[in-house]
């Protein structure tokens, strides 16, 4: 971060039109994100969502509420701007890219879906490795590819996700990762049941009993127990931080992103930015290995880059009074 | 509220492309807002902040960190979009109306400011009635004439206040109405050390003491301890709700003007959106008062509507969802 930035915007923050301090958490967003810019006075008028999407082997194991198909269907939606992501990114004033990283199955789609498949979904995790170790490296590089040609503008990137089975993939990642145990980081996703869930908790305990997996190296996590989306938005994630673009991180899958890139390079915990609490339990777990406070907590469960998106009008109004308000000396104002 | 714009509202939730609930809250506040707007597929195109300010003649008993001719200042900066609340009403997309509606310092203002002063702000309150219960039933009346001449196409109002002293008023109005302990509803407002915050006790205790007020009858409540910006933002309320727009609450001194329209209309809590929680002790009890739960806690304590402008577009963003996304129907998705 940078620190002189910081500093400057922190003095400006104290010399605007209201008590110090009185907006709170904002004002301390705003200097971070300064930090992050490398501007005292940053702003956040070209937003992005990525949303990344990719098919799970591990559905195989009854781990979903969903069918696979779901999958495809969802991204079929996307680039028809029928989403849940698609609404709130255009309420943010942010461009939605969508992204096939790893689709199984068949959809139409348009211009707005970016193709760079690494497979047709990951292997499954309860049998073996999701994914080569080449692939995990691809699908990486994807997402960096994806910041550098399409989004080398934005000053913002929020992460979303869509792919049925992928809370399997990002508990065991998050279990992985942070040494939490599986029990503890697994939820519903989008609905089982206790039984399911159950399953799903065992699925992940053999997967990680069955694998020897390096927690300090977020490339061989992605490709012993982690999924497409997920690598490739931990690409974005890299890409994004090493440009000083801000990164926001929606709930528990994007959250398994955010941590697999940090097990690859720690530098990129200083460009996060958290967004909701999601009712996924590993959220929490993810939020403080991380370092990050959520602001909000909706109960929110739909991922897509739906917190984030929402989170993006708050960053973007603390930027705006840090940028835009008067000093008390421009306002003629005796202190 | 609409009861079967709300049952819609609710079905149409259950139908578009998301798990049912995983928006959260999201969801509840947009079928809420259907009810309020009596509309299934409510719109929030029309945003509008309206910042009331006034003075406070209990400032003479010390109970502020800043003197009264910061009133007028802020007046004048909102004028020039220089304030907190401009940046983040623009933020929103909404319109910010400024009302001076008892003002005591002097400004030069612009055509932003609607000048509709009752007085030049109100008597001390600690040594007698802050204002005659006519000057109260003029205010709320200011209040309603602003919704009628300058936002009747408003889809949404927020309320924002200035005043310097308007916190003492706030705590004792909530105290007079909801019968809390005036020790368990006075803060610091924009900074008093313990000193001035006991004082500022004291001159409640003594004022609720020594006045009959009639904690059923908001213009005795207002007459007796209020503002003239709570009175005319009462007002504000009072007309939103009964024309069906939405109205959201900001802090600690909007908390006070929206208890006092429920003592005068209790219909109105109906219409009534939380925004933020408000590092002022108070702001719970009101919340608890009238049904309302902060979607945020961002440690805010500058008033002038800024919070309320920041849940704008969390609320633009729940209603885009509900009206905007495909149901599975619409997208072909098999359910």
Chains 1, 2 share one sequence.
């Not at 897509?304 to 008067?326: P, Q, S």
């Amino acid at each position: 971060l940078d620190e002189s930035a910081m500093d400057r915007a922190r003095e400006r923050q104290d010399q605007l039109t209201k008590p110090p301090g009185s907006l709170g958490r904002l004002e301390e967003l705003s200097v971070r994100i300064a930090g992050m810019a490398g501007d005292p006075t940053p702003s956040l008028d070209s937003p992005v969502v990525v949303t990344m999407a990719a098919d799970h082997g591990v559905v195989e194991e009854g781990v979903s509420a969903f069918p696979q198909s779901v999958t495809a269907a969802m991204v079929e939606n996307f680039a028809h701007d029928g989403a849940g992501v698609n609404a709130l990114a255009r309420t943010a004033g942010a461009e939605n890219i969508i992204v096939d990283i790893g689709v199984a199955g068949d959809y139409d789609g348009n211009d707005r879906v970016i193709r760079k498949p690494i497979a047709a979904g990951t292997a499954n995790l309860a049998n073996g490795p999701a994914m080569s170790r080449e692939e995990a490296i691809e699908a990486v590089e994807v997402g960096r590819e994806v910041v550098a040609d399409h989004a080398p503008d934005a000053d913002v990137i929020a992460l979303g996700d869509m792919g049925i089975g992928n809370t399997t993939a990002s508990a065991a990642v998050t279990a992985a990762i942070t040494g939490a145990d599986p029990a503890d980081v697994t939820g519903r996703g989008s609905g089982i049941d206790d039984e399911g869930l159950d399953r799903k908790i065992a699925v992940i305990r053999r997967a990680l009993a069955d694998r020897e997996v390096d927690p300090e190296d977020g490339v061989d996590v992605l490709r012993a127990v982690g999924g497409f989306e997920l690598a490739g938005l931990a690409g974005i994630a890299l890409e994004a931080s090493s440009r000083r673009i801000p990164v926001v991180v929606d709930g528990f899958i994007t959250g398994a992103a955010a941590l697999s890139a940090w097990a690859i390079d720690e530098r990129v915990s200083h460009y996060l930015l958290p967004s909701h609490r999601s009712v996924e339990d590993g959220h929490d777990v993810q939020h403080d290995a991380l370092g990050l406070e959520p602001l909000f907590d909706f109960g929110m469960r739909l991922g897509e880059g739906t917190g984030a998106a929402v989170a993006i009008g708050i960053y973007r109004g603390a930027c705006t009074a840090l940028r835009e308000m008067a000093t008390f000396e421009e306002a003629g104002i005796p202190t």
